[in-house]
């Protein structure tokens, strides 16, 4: 099986339901609900299983409610799947990555990543912005054709999600054109995304410096498990280096693909990603095609990768190996 990494996802990955099957079924896991909702003073469970989904999508609300319903899904699988050498998160996922490890207490992390995604909506308002998923073109291509683009406005590299695929963002103007550009020099497929701000690139500068302000406020501890981090796939411990990252994270690239080529060549040869979907398990395969990827998202998957990883951990009750 090699190591385990454990992966959460960003934003994104949000849908009307999540959480709520093990959120149901595991108290720990409705009680984080229920801690988060008392730090925003909103129902984050209701929200996560009602909607409506137009109060889901606002980024201010589906920062928090990602980062809790995949801690849900973690605290669901305790004593079913293997402790981790590695954790990562893409964008917001390396806030719950990092509550994972430690390093940051849930109540920080859930009032942190609410503040986070209201700094970076906030900070292109008014502009006209986009982003853009580039697919079939190597990333050296993307940024030639980022920088073409550059002619009408900011147009950067955002996400490298996997060897060929690059998510761009900036000007609206410069994205269409990067778009234009892409689909000319061969790409699969370059379409625009429905997203309200151009995330990862230096338009966010203003977020970033809100950010770093109320981080020196929030207590960051040194990681139990190493933090792969967004910004240059290297695996983080001491708390300022922490620091420092969340705070470059939210106007540089995410390096998702380098981070779990990194991984795996530290030995990770299996992925677990808990939390909606299964964004980051596809992303995985296409990035290190021999690694065994499994996902938590609700009690069949849950049951699913338990039984595959055939996984009894030490002080698991025979209550927590029922669940799944």
Not at 15 to 38: I, K
Not at 113 to 130: I, N
Not at 216 to 222: A, F, G, Q
Not at 253 to 273: H, I, K, L, N
Request: with cysteine; glycine share 8%; aromatic share 4%.
């Amino acid at each position: 099986m090699g190591g385990v990494a454990y992966v959460f996802p960003g934003q994104g990955a949000q849908y009307v339901g999540m959480g709520t099957d093990l959120a149901d079924a595991v108290p720990e896991a409705a009680d984080l609900y229920r801690r988060a909702s008392q730090v925003l003073d909103l129902d984050l469970l209701e929200l996560c299983r009602t909607g409506p989904e137009e109060a889901l999508q606002r980024t201010e609300n589906t920062q928090p409610a990602i980062l809790v319903t995949s801690l849900a899904c973690l605290e669901a699988a305790r004593g079913h799947v293997p402790p981790p050498a590695l954790v990562a998160g893409l964008s917001l996922g390396e806030y719950t990555a990092l509550v994972c490890a430690g390093a940051l207490a849930f109540e920080d992390a859930v009032w942190v990543v609410r503040q986070r995604g209201l700094f970076m909506q906030e900070a292109t308002a008014g502009r006209e912005v986009a982003m853009a998923a580039v697919l079939g073109l190597p990333a050296e291509a993307v940024e030639r054709v980022c920088e073409e683009a550059s002619e009408l406005g900011v147009c950067e590299a955002a996400n490298y999600n996997a060897p060929d695929q690059v998510v761009v963002g900036g000007d609206r103007a410069a994205v269409e054109e990067a778009v234009r550009r892409a689909k000319a020099a061969g790409a699969r497929r370059a379409v625009l995304l429905a997203v309200s701000a151009p995330f990862h690139t230096r338009l966010m500068r203003p977020a970033a410096e809100r950010l770093a302000a109320l981080l020196e406020t929030v207590p960051i501890r040194d990681a139990a498990v190493p933090v792969v981090a967004n910004v240059d796939a290297q695996p983080v411990v001491r708390a300022a280096d922490i620091r420092r990252r969340l705070v470059e994270q939210v106007a540089s690239p995410v390096r998702w693909a380098q981070s779990v080529a990194r991984m795996a060549r530290d030995g990770v040869g299996t992925f677990v990603e808990f939390g909606p979907g299964t964004v980051l398990s596809g992303l995985v395969k296409r990035c290190a095609p021999g690694a065994a990827t499994h996902h938590v998202e609700d009690r069949a998957s849950l049951a699913k990768t338990a039984a595959s990883l055939a996984w009894a951990g030490e002080g698991a009750s025979q209550e927590e190996r029922s669940r799944a």
